[in-house]
């Protein structure tokens, strides 16, 4: 590994710099990476036939621990990412390019319809089989010292979680509670959660997203949060992930995978462990809810709005058969459970069992804390009658001048015809100049549509103006509409064409 000098003005140029400093090859592109919920940076740096992947840290004690356990973890023969070079400053480094194919990705089929193939089953069976590895001779010689924030689970940790769930999503729900009772139980659920010892490494963040697929075998990343922890708190993140909809058999079968493959490194008692389990279950679902009101509701991430029902669902099912000792806790959230804004919406799709998900519908179920999906009306307009008025209040869009394009209205024949009739858009079909000036609309568009999207806005409105509101205009709007509920399935798209007093959903 090497550290190095390199300067730039954005981060891309800076990892670009050290991509070449580090290989002596020429960078020849940098493609941003999804970050999910993180505030790091990811890109793919490539160059003469190579790729890494550098990250732009915020905090360089975050970046320190995962360069220091990467280092380790691989001196242990562990499957994680090489780390080739850091900057000096400690904010930016490379690592190696594992590929583009998560554990995620590898079982959407699964995911998505709540059947997990046998092919995508082994995956998930293999990778929490490897867990224990990581956990336990990952810690042999680990310095726990560089981890961080903190070196260690402890009861710190623990309320703080807790009170992110409370002040982030409980509060939001507005549903009214004793903040004295909660505490209290707050408190016993911290003394239950820290007892044992039964402490190794704890990944912390262990979900299918931090694992990807190398030459068909998994790879650990993100692993920059892990500390000394109890190793039940990572079974309880993967296999209780939210959005994961595993059947209720399909989870035991990955609780028994890891108690079977821990049994190399440590003497579990699988009553006792699974009994401790429950407790940390709880206590995740709860952690989760914290991030995902957080995420959603303050820094407006739509992924996060949309994981919420998951989660629900989830927390109904521990609910069923909760932990003992939490006699304020638990009839709590069985109210919070049952508020109208997070019943399921279940619209087909096959059932699955009682801690499973219902249909492929609840994807597309609105969290009760969101405000709604994005609503996009596209209008057609006559200049001679003015703007078209924003109902939604919010005002800004597109308003996109048509009346340079060819005007079927000249003709006599097409005066009796819309925008909306087979006749028109025949008159259209050749016309060169009309499909150029949509793909110009349809990019930017798209652009808008998916910043907004991003940015949890809930209402975008984009006009076209003709002179007489009739050919050109409805035309355009009726293909912009089209295009953007087919591009963006996630979204809501209304066509109003004003002065052919017409309004109506396009799906």
């Not at 670009?16 to 993180?38: D, H, K, N, Q, T």
């Not at 732009?56 to 990412?81: I, Q, W, Y």
């Not at 995740?284 to 994981?307: C, W």
């Not at 703007?387 to 919010?394: I, K, R, V």
Request: with cysteine.
């Amino acid at each position: 590994m090497k550290k190095s000098m390199v300067s730039g003005s954005g981060p891309d140029n800076i990892l670009m710099s050290l991509f070449e400093e580090c290989s002596g090859i020429r960078a020849e592109s940098s493609v941003p990476l999804s970050s999910s919920g993180s505030n790091r940076k990811y890109f793919r740096i490539s160059g003469g036939g190579k790729s890494l992947v550098g990250v732009a840290g915020t905090d360089v004690k975050e970046n320190e621990a995962f360069v220091c356990m990467a280092g380790h973890f691989r001196s242990k023969g562990l499957r994680v990412p090489e780390v080739m070079a850091v900057s000096a400053d400690g904010l930016y480094y490379l690592q190696e390019d594992l590929g583009d194919c998560s554990l995620f990705d590898a079982v959407a089929a699964g995911r998505e319809s709540g059947n997990y193939s046998p092919q995508e089953k082994s995956l998930l069976l293999e990778t929490i089989s490897c867990l224990p590895e990581i956990q336990f001779k990952g810690a042999e010689g680990l310095d726990f010292s560089v981890c961080w924030p903190e070196p260690e689970f402890n009861r710190r940790m623990v309320m703080a979680d807790l009170n992110y769930f409370k002040y982030c999503f409980l509060k939001a729900t507005g549903l009214e509670f004793n903040e004295a009772a909660l505490e209290q139980d707050f408190e016993l659920l911290a003394e239950k959660l820290l007892e044992g010892h039964d402490y190794a490494f704890m990944y912390r963040d262990f979900q299918a997203r931090n694992v990807m697929i190398h030459d068909g075998k998994p790879y650990f990343i993100d692993f920059q949060g892990g500390k000394r922890g109890p190793v039940h708190y990572d079974v309880a993140s993967f296999v209780w992930q939210a959005r994961a909809r595993y059947p209720e058999s399909f989870r035991d079968g990955l609780v028994q995978a890891y108690i079977d493959a821990a049994g190399q490194y440590a003497r579990i008692d699988a009553g006792l462990f699974r009994s401790r389990l429950k407790l940390f279950v709880l206590f995740r679902t709860l952690q989760v809810l914290g991030a995902y009101g957080f995420r959603g509701l303050f820094e407006r991430k739509p992924h996060f709005l949309r994981s919420i029902p998951y989660a629900m669902e989830n927390l109904r099912g521990i609910l069923e058969d909760p932990p003992v000792g939490c006699p304020y806790l638990v009839p709590l959230l069985r109210l919070m459970a049952e508020l109208p804004q997070f019943a399921m919406q279940e619209q087909g799709g096959a059932d699955s069992g009682k801690n499973g998900m219902p249909g492929k519908s609840v994807a597309q179920a609105d969290a009760g804390l969101q405000s709604g999906p994005l609503e996009v009306t596209v209008c057609s307009f006559s200049y001679k009658k003015g703007l078209p008025e924003d109902p939604s209040g919010n005002g800004g869009g597109y308003v996109f001048d048509c009346r340079a394009l060819p005007n079927p209205g000249r003709y006599e024949y097409y005066r009796q015809f819309t925008g909306m009739d087979a006749e028109v858009v025949e008159f259209f079909r050749d016309k060169a100049e009309v499909p150029a000036f949509l793909g110009h609309v349809f990019s930017l568009a798209d652009a808008h549509v998916e910043r907004f999207i991003e940015r949890g806005f809930t209402h975008l409105m984009i006009c076209f103006g003709c002179t007489g509101g009739q050919h050109r205009s409805v035309y355009c709007a009726e293909r912009t509409a089209e295009h953007l509920a087919g591009k963006h399935p996630g979204i809501r798209v209304t066509v109003v064409h004003r002065e052919q007093n017409v309004k109506k959903k396009v799906l």
